[in-house]
């Protein structure tokens, strides 16, 4: 089991900055990519960006290449995410995830098997 804490949230005006983090504990030995996903009201849950535990490979949705940077502290097994130039329609509840090298489906942006609690992240305009 890996169990994840995710926190950072808030509000922001647009073209402002947040950061993100996702503590994991627990089999962190196990985990192939962690990742971040949102979902707004009214909307499915979405892939954002991606990071291979090992390899720090990182992987990111179009909309937000280029304004967002997943990275990762081995270390103290934490994921971030650098989320610059907000927009409005960044305002969703962001998660965090973690998928295992246990798990036949695990992908970078699908399969996930752990989830955080999730964080609010509100962009005004």
Same mark, same amino acid.
């Given at each position: 089991?890996?169990?994840?804490?995710?926190?950072?949230? !808030?509000?922001?005006?647009?073209? !402002?900055?947040?950061?993100?983090?996702?503590?994991?504990?627990? /089999?962190?030995?196990?985990? &192939?990519? &962690?990742?971040?996903?949102?979902?707004?009201?009214?909307?499915? /849950?979405?892939?954002?960006?991606?990071?291979?535990?090992?390899?720090?490979?990182?992987?990111?949705?179009?909309?937000?290449? !280029?304004?967002?940077?997943?990275? /990762?502290?081995?270390?103290?097994?934490?994921?971030?995410?650098? &989320?610059?130039?907000?927009?409005?329609?960044?305002?969703?509840?962001?998660? =965090?995830?973690? =998928?295992?090298?246990?798990?036949?489906? =695990?992908?970078?942006?699908? !399969?996930?098997?752990?989830?955080?609690?999730?964080?609010?992240?509100?962009?005004?305009?």
């Amino acid at each position: 089991q890996v169990q994840l804490v995710d926190t950072g949230g !808030g509000l922001v005006q647009a073209g !402002g900055s947040l950061r993100l983090s996702c503590a994991a504990s627990g /089999r962190t030995n196990s985990i &192939m990519h &962690m990742g971040w996903f949102r979902q707004a009201p009214g909307k499915e /849950r979405q892939f954002v960006a991606a990071i291979t535990w090992t390899s720090g490979s990182t992987y990111y949705a179009d909309s937000v290449k !280029g304004r967002f940077t997943i990275s /990762r502290d081995n270390a103290k097994n934490t994921v971030y995410l650098q &989320m610059n130039s907000l927009k409005p329609e960044d305002t969703a509840v962001y998660y =965090c995830a973690a =998928c295992s090298v246990f798990t036949s489906t =695990c992908a970078v942006s699908r !399969g996930y098997d752990y989830w955080g609690q999730g964080t609010q992240v509100t962009v005004s305009s």
